[in-house]
């Protein structure tokens, strides 16, 4: 299957701090990149649909201005979490959607652990 | 409703036997797909196995294979030769092609546990 890398795996910050997240696709090209926010013990909840070259398509009940998506090239979106809280903790997963000749399937990147002290 | 339907929080199994975890979905659109992903404790989420509504076939991918019963609207997934790395999550998870919200979202069940004994 295709490849999909996050960074940071893990990061600790001081509430009231941003954090940045990126999502990228090593072996192939993803015009479209998924956001998802997961619980312990949960399902995961989609919160955004990144667009190369056009505006995130957020969910409903999400804030767009905390948490912003950029998909500035084929290969790569950010999820920057801005003024994080505490409630913000929690474990953050992409997806890029591999839509070459025959396949239609979201490979998911390793996720990121937030902790908001 | 719910879209996708898990209705097992915990299975498990003794190893090298088979399992099937169950999925049901509801859905009005005529084309969609079907997907399970394996979610062991490290969090990642690994794609195991694809059924297209227009296959004819069910899938296979190795020892996982896909019961595709598309009047029931159900699509379990078998495990064979059950081994202990299978220890993890399990998630069915469908894609609706004609989703009027487009970008092909994944609708994601609850997910099953799955522990293999020794």
């Known amino acids: 299957g295709a490849v999909v890398s996050q960074h940071p795996s893990r990061v600790i910050c001081k509430s009231g701090t941003s954090v940045k997240i990126e999502c990228r696709s090593l072996?192939?090209?993803?015009?479209?990149m998924f956001w998802y926010r997961q619980f312990p013990k949960q399902s995961l909840m989609l919160m955004a649909t990144?667009?190369?070259?056009?505006?995130?398509?957020?969910e409903q009940g999400v804030e767009k201005d905390k948490f912003l998506i950029n998909h500035a090239s084929l290969t790569l979106s950010t999820l920057t979490v801005t003024s994080a809280h505490p409630e913000d903790s929690s474990f953050y997963i992409c997806?890029?959607?591999?839509?070459?000749?025959?396949?239609?399937?979201?490979?998911f990147g390793p996720g990121t652990r937030l902790t908001v002290l | 409703a719910q879209k996708i339907t898990q209705t097992q929080p915990g299975m498990f199994v003794q190893e090298k036997e088979a399992v099937t975890l169950d999925c049901t979905y509801d859905?009005?659109?005529?084309?969609?797909?079907l997907f399970w992903y394996k979610q062991p404790s490290s969090g990642e989420m690994i794609f195991l196995i694809y059924?297209?509504?227009?296959?004819?076939q069910n899938a296979t991918e190795g020892r996982y294979s896909l019961n595709f019963q598309k009047a029931r609207k159900s699509a379990n997934l078998v495990i064979s030769a059950s081994q202990l790395g299978d220890s993890a999550m399990y998630f069915c998870?469908?894609?609706?092609?004609?989703?009027?919200?487009?970008?092909?979202?994944?609708?994601f069940g609850a997910g099953t546990r799955l522990a293999v004994h020794p």
């Open positions: 997806s890029a959607r591999d839509s070459r000749e025959g396949t239609d399937t979201q490979y």
């Open positions: 072996d192939f090209q993803a015009t479209t």
């Open positions: 990144s667009n190369e070259g056009s505006k995130a398509t957020y």
């Open positions: 859905t009005s659109d005529p084309s969609y797909g």
């Open positions: 059924q297209g509504s227009y296959d004819q």
């Open positions: 998870a469908m894609r609706e092609d004609q989703n009027p919200g487009g970008y092909n979202k994944l609708i």
